[in-house]
């Protein structure tokens, strides 16, 4: 069992930046890869970016150049620095843990973020 808590999540001005972090704890050395995503009012939850064990990273295009993900050490926590923030950028945004083995994943309880024009 993984627990995962977001933070950092507010309200901010288009072209602003926010630092989402995701901190997890229990199982947490069977996690193999932890991610972002968000979901915006009427819209599916979507992949914003991912980062593994061995550190690859994966990020929509939509947010390439804008958006970083990183981890503190080995698994946890992990960030998600979003700079040049735009409006559709707005949803909430949720951490996942990924755990190895059978693959059983986790979410947080996900943190709002408001981009305004």
């Known amino acids: 069992q993984v627990q995962l808590v977001e933070s950092g999540g507010g309200l901010v001005q288009a072209g602003g930046s926010l630092r989402l972090s995701c901190a997890a704890s229990?199982?947490?050395?069977?996690?193999?890869?932890m991610g972002w995503y968000r979901q915006a009012p009427g819209k599916q939850r979507e992949l914003v970016a991912t980062?593994?064990?061995?550190?690859?990273?994966n990020y929509a295009d939509s947010v390439k150049g804008r958006f970083t993900i990183s981890r503190d050490n080995a698994r946890n926590p992990v960030f998600l620095q979003m700079n040049s923030l735009k409006p559709e950028d707005t949803a909430v945004y949720y951490c996942?843990?990924?755990?190895?083995?059978?693959?059983?994943?986790?979410w947080g309880q996900g943190t709002q973020v408001t981009v305004s024009s």
């Open positions: 996942k843990a990924v755990l190895a083995g059978w693959g059983s994943a986790y």
């Open positions: 229990g199982s947490i050395f069977s996690i193999n890869a």
């Open positions: 980062i593994s064990s061995d550190g690859s990273r």
